[in-house]
């Protein structure tokens, strides 16, 4: 079992940046891929980012590519999102996830477990 907590979100003007961290315990946390998803009212959950499970490799959503970091720190056993640029569309309840696969997924129905998410949102 592996337990994951969010947390860095908040309200922001557009233009603006957050560092969500996600931090984990249970498991050997450099067993697993870590992504990112995000989740806006009345819509369906997307993929946003993923890391490997030592960091080389990272995938990122079109809609976010050139403006969020996904970087993980295995000592702490956390995994964070840096985003900059953001507007008002980034708007939703972010969640971090673990799976078992050594370098993630961009499918939600991959991961094994789930944090309760972070909320941000985005001004104009």
């Known amino acids: 079992q592996v337990q994951l907590v969010e947390s860095g979100g908040g309200l922001v003007q557009a233009g603006g940046s957050l560092r969500l961290s996600c931090a984990a315990s249970?498991?050997?946390?450099?067993?697993?891929?870590m992504g990112w998803f995000r989740q806006a009212p009345g819509k369906e959950r997307e993929f946003v980012a993923s890391?490997?499970?030592?960091?080389?490799?990272?995938t990122y959503a079109n809609s976010v590519k050139g403006r969020f970091t996904i970087s993980r720190d295995n000592a702490k056993n956390t995994v964070f999102l840096q985003m900059n640029s953001l507007k008002p569309e980034d708007t939703a309840l972010y969640y971090c996830?673990?799976?078992?696969?050594?370098?993630?997924?961009?499918?939600?129905?991959?991961?094994?477990?789930w944090g309760q998410g972070t909320q941000v949102t985005v001004s104009s």
């Open positions: 996830a673990a799976d078992r696969s050594l370098y993630g997924s961009t499918s939600p129905r991959d991961y094994d477990y």
């Open positions: 890391i490997s499970r030592y960091g080389a490799s990272t």
């Open positions: 249970g498991r050997t946390f450099s067993n697993y891929a």
